[in-house]
């Protein structure tokens, strides 16, 4: 099945000028990368605003701001069709290709596999498939188009035992089934106990947390996990800024939103170029 997907900023701070490019990186990375891992086809189009978008395209959106520091919160709507909700923060293309992957892999947020739990003594747990938030810091994050965009890791993240020659995500920094990296987090459901836990990840200490009972009216597990996971958004938000990025996704958005006066890139300076000799060579063909 195509999806089609509408990206729409909801924010002053980001225009559908500064959208565009953004979601032509992801488009490619679902395209190129994505899609072929995880047997998805999707397009992504960026619209100027809400009614712009087609019915029948899942939405996600761009603010200024969400509840309780979230970076990023997926839902559905009243006709249960997935959305999701990013935060205009530092580094938001690496966010909105995070939520627009793990709505691709898992669209109602309730998919999980079945492992040993990490945690000893506790047996086996229920994995939520989460493509982004073990790899999901920006320092891991790679450019498509000069644009930074999430890692995510492969279906063989959770094969049971580690195996030579096998991709776990798709950088290779993944190194083995249920590897998480600096900055990243795994969750899990304990159906004993019905709690949510997952395994934090911060320089070499790692840390498992006990996030509370999942209450049975919850709107899904990775819901629930969105929740009670907004500390984790700094590693995404931290670490991003490298040479070779597109200016356009270069912005500094913190709590409230900003835009900092940059100085245009040599990726800038080649797509303007580029555009340039274009015009020139409309202009030739116009005066023929």
């Given amino acids: 099945m195509l999806i089609h997907i509408g990206l729409v900023s ?34 992504i189009d960026p619209f100027d605003k809400l009614e712009d978008v087609p019915v029948g ?12 520091g979230a970076a990023g919160l997926h839902k559905r709507d009243d006709d249960k069709q997935p959305f999701a909700l990013v935060a205009l923060t530092n580094n938001w293309p690496v ?20 492992g040993n739990s990490l945690k000893p003594g506790q ?15 920006s320092k891991f994050a790679y450019s498509v188009n000069s644009i ?19 991709r ?11 590897d998480v990296l600096d900055g990243g987090y795994l969750s899990w459901f304990d159906p004993g106990s019905r709690h949510l836990f997952q395994l934090q990840i911060d320089g070499k200490k790692k840390t498992i947390l006990d996030r509370g009972e999942v ?48 100085t245009p890139t040599s990726v800038d300076d080649s797509q303007i170029a580029h555009a340039r000799n274009l015009r020139a060579q409309l202009e030739r063909v116009a005066a023929k």
């Fill in 10 to 43: 909801l924010t002053k701070e980001v225009s559908l000028a500064q959208l565009a490019p953004v979601s032509a990186a992801i488009q490619k990375q679902i395209s190129r990368d994505f899609g072929p891992i995880w047997n998805v086809e999707a397009t």
């Fill in 57 to 68: 395209y899942w939405h996600v959106l761009l603010q200024d701001e969400l509840p309780n």
């Fill in 95 to 114: 966010f909105l290709s995070h939520e627009v992957l793990e709505m691709l892999a898992d669209p109602q947020g309730t998919l999980t596999r079945a």
């Fill in 123 to 137: 047996g086996r747990v229920e994995y939520l498939l989460e493509v982004c938030d073990p790899c999901q810091s």
């Fill in 148 to 166: 930074l965009v999430s890692d995510f890791y492969t279906p063989n993240y959770f094969d049971p035992v580690k195996s030579g020659g096998v």
């Fill in 168 to 178: 776990y995500s798709f950088s290779g920094q993944l190194r083995g089934p249920r």
């Fill in 215 to 262: 209450p049975f009216g919850a709107e899904s597990l990775r819901a629930f996990s969105d929740r009670v996971s907004t500390d984790r958004r700094d590693a995404v938000i931290q670490g991003g800024s490298r040479r070779g990025l597109l200016l356009s996704a270069a912005g500094d958005f913190r709590k409230t939103a900003r835009f900092e006066k940059l």
